[in-house]
């Protein structure tokens, strides 16, 4: 469903993804993990055909980015890590726009809508986006997303700013839409939705791969069995002297 080959991203002089190599089967949730400027955003619009690799290949539902970009973004879905989104639209007109790109404009589509609607909490369509919070903004996204039910769905750190309650529906939406068949490919820093979540996780630090599994097979990797991922995390891109000196010294 979603497959890297030799992934590079360079600007000018410094290699932000380097080399990366991913294979998402159909039905998976895929955890992208790595700290802050790792390369994961960076990664990810390159799977999703708004960022051009430098070299390497992005094939989507086994279709090549370079020659069927349409086809692809026609079915996929993407919630990016900044609801940017225009500022002079009111909530459901936003919807609206969505639904006539996508030429979606049924009845089915808006039972979705109502659903999700009252599943987030949105009774806010009225609102200009220029007015809604983070949160409430990064919901309307969301719902703009999820109510086309796309084939593979992209999520850049998806609960930053969502309250406790939208981020739980959130996270067990994911999982049914998973069950149902839709491959979902998302980065967190919150590692325990990770490892609650991901069937499979893959770690990058400066722009590489540093590790890839399941949870069980991470595990192996570390220094001792009953790790958790945060540990496993640390272990992999910072060490703990590293953070006890930094403590220390401030
Ligand atoms: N347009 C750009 N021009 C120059 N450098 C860029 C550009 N976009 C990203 N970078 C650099 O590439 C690196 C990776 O950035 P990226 O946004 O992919 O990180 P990230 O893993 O998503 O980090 P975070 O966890 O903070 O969101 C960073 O060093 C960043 O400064
Ligand atoms: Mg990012």
């Given at each position: 469903m979603i497959k890297a080959v030799n992934l590079t991203k360079k600007f000018g002089d410094f290699?932000?993804?380097?080399?990366l190599n991913l294979d998402v089967s159909p039905g998976q949730i895929f955890g992208f993990l790595g700290p802050n400027g790792a390369g994961k955003t960076t990664t990810i619009k390159m799977l999703t055909g708004v960022l051009k690799p430098t070299s390497g290949k992005v094939y989507i539902l086994d279709l090549d980015m370079e020659s069927k970009e349409i086809e692809i973004k026609k079915r996929i879905g993407v919630v990016n890590e900044?609801?940017?989104?225009?500022?002079?639209?009111?909530g459901y007109e936003y919807l609206k726009f969505i639904m006539d790109i996508f030429q979606m404009n049924n009845s089915e589509i808006k039972r979705r809508i109502h659903e999700l609607c009252e599943a987030f909490g949105?009774?806010?369509?009225?609102?200009f986006i220029s007015d809604m919070s983070h949160g409430m903004k990064q919901k309307l996204v969301l719902i703009s997303v999820l109510?086309?039910?796309?084939e593979v769905i992209f999520l850049d750190e998806?609960?930053?700013?969502?309250?406790a309650k939208s981020a739980k529906i959130l996270k067990e939406l994911l999982k049914k839409y998973a069950e149902q068949g839709i491959t979902i490919f998302l980065t967190t820093h919150i590692l325990e939705i990770a490892e609650k979540m991901c069937e499979k996780i893959a770690i990058i630090n400066k722009g590489k791969k540093i590790a890839e599994g399941t949870m069980g097979e991470l595990k192996k990797?570390?220094?001792?069995?009953?790790?958790n991922l945060e540990e496993l995390f640390l272990e992999l891109t910072a060490s703990e002297e590293d953070i006890k000196s930094i403590v220390e010294q401030l």
């Open positions: 290699t932000a993804v380097d080399n900044e609801p940017k989104i225009y500022s002079h639209l009111k949105v009774d806010y369509l009225d609102k109510m086309r039910k796309p998806p609960t930053v700013g969502l309250d990797m570390g220094k001792y069995e009953n790790m």
